[in-house]
């Protein structure tokens, strides 16, 4: 379901920024509007029209011709509602979608503004993707002799900042280089979770079965575990198989044959998803911008102007011009207490550097490339 609205707006060209004010306020994820008078060459006023990520589409009228669907009520006649559907509403099953017709007086025009719900498959439904290394099914050996062997072409010697810099590159290409030899990125579909309509309470128990299952084959790493695991997945595998072909059949025998011949239409050729941003998302996103913008602007108004900031002269005294180099042994302990956390911009996951085989290759350089900061850098 998601919000739809009809304006006749009696020319859009002096009242843009309003009606994507509106639009945002609102929530609507389509708005329709009739008598824009709009004409080639106006694309200044199009953008103000369009909220972020919107997508603007128009309708020329010729001359003459009567395209219109609607006939908005006016102020004069707040009653008025005609429609000129090109199909019966109940051939094409609108009376069963439109939920909540609402007609409001925005001043912005005089007509009102019609708005209503509208049930359907969700047009903004979308998969998301992101990257990711299957670091689980690398052989960690392999990895090691790759890493041990890029690494040792990396020149430790360091005697400027730039040749700082220089080093930090070295490493991090060494370290990608081996990561992309036996762990390449590769690209994940995440479904989401809205759960399929045969989805129950009994699949539910049954993947969590096997979600502790793998738990305990992860932790003790022991064949028993394993089979009991293999075992666990395909049953719910199979399940829920049976599940679908079960949703499927029912609704085919309480289907007429035209909404049967609709099931097995999808069920042969699937309709693709849509990409694209969540209406719900930017409204979300211009909310907090606005929030924090605000927050800014509070602060500023209490720390008074640049002038009284200026009479505090205070001079820090202090300074840190000499470190002790750290030891080997001293990185490897914050190395494994280190969380198992990472982000894209670390040369190697947490989780791989804690392990001894590959901290082994690595704690030299990274010890090396330590002091040279605190000595080299600027």
Not at 182 to 199: C, M, Q
Not at 244 to 250: N, P
Request: aromatic content about 6%; overall charge positive.
């Amino acid at each position: 379901m998601f919000h739809v609205a009809l304006f006749n707006a009696r020319s859009v060209c002096n009242k843009a920024v309003m009606l994507q004010k509106l639009v945002l306020e609102k929530k609507i994820k389509l708005m329709t509007i009739t008598e824009t008078w709009l004409k080639e060459g106006d694309d200044a006023i199009i953008t103000d029209l369009c909220p972020p990520n919107y997508n603007h589409y128009a309708q020329l009228k010729k001359a003459g011709e009567d395209n219109s669907l609607f006939s908005c009520p006016t102020r004069s006649n707040p009653k008025y509602l005609q429609v000129k559907a090109m199909k019966p509403l109940n051939h094409c099953g609108a009376s069963d979608r439109v939920n909540g017709i609402v007609l409001e007086d925005t001043t912005l025009s005089d007509h009102f503004l019609i708005e209503f719900d509208l049930e359907t498959n969700s047009v903004f439904a979308r998969n998301n993707t992101q990257t990711c290394r299957k670091l689980r099914r690398m052989d960690v050996a392999q990895f090691v002799n790759t890493l041990q062997k890029n690494i040792a072409h990396v020149d430790l010697e360091c005697t400027s900042n730039v040749q700082l810099d220089k080093l930090v590159a070295q490493y991090s290409k060494a370290v990608g280089t081996s990561l992309d030899t036996h762990a390449p990125l590769t690209e994940v579909t995440l479904k989401g979770d809205n759960h399929k309509p045969w989805y129950d309470d009994d699949i539910h128990e049954q993947r969590r079965k096997r979600r502790q299952l793998e738990r305990q084959y992860r932790r003790t790493n022991l064949a028993m575990h394993k089979n009991m695991f293999k075992v666990q997945s395909k049953y719910v595998v199979t399940l829920i198989k049976d599940k679908k072909a079960e949703y499927y059949q029912q609704r085919i025998r309480d289907a007429d044959h035209k909404d049967a011949f609709k099931i097995v239409k999808t069920l042969l050729k699937p309709p693709d998803n849509q990409q694209g941003e969540s209406i719900d998302e930017i409204i979300r996103v211009e909310e907090l911008r606005s929030f924090f913008d605000n927050k800014i602007k509070k602060i500023h108004a209490t720390l008074g102007t640049s002038a009284d900031r200026d009479q505090d002269n205070v001079v820090c005294v202090s300074s840190f011009d000499h470190f002790e180099p750290v030891i080997q042994d001293t990185v490897s302990m914050f190395m494994k207490k280190a969380a198992n956390k990472s982000c894209s911009l670390d040369p190697l996951p947490t989780n791989l550097l804690k392990q001894s085989r590959i901290q082994d290759v690595v704690l030299h350089p990274i010890t090396e490339l330590i002091n040279h900061s605190l000595t080299k850098s600027n």
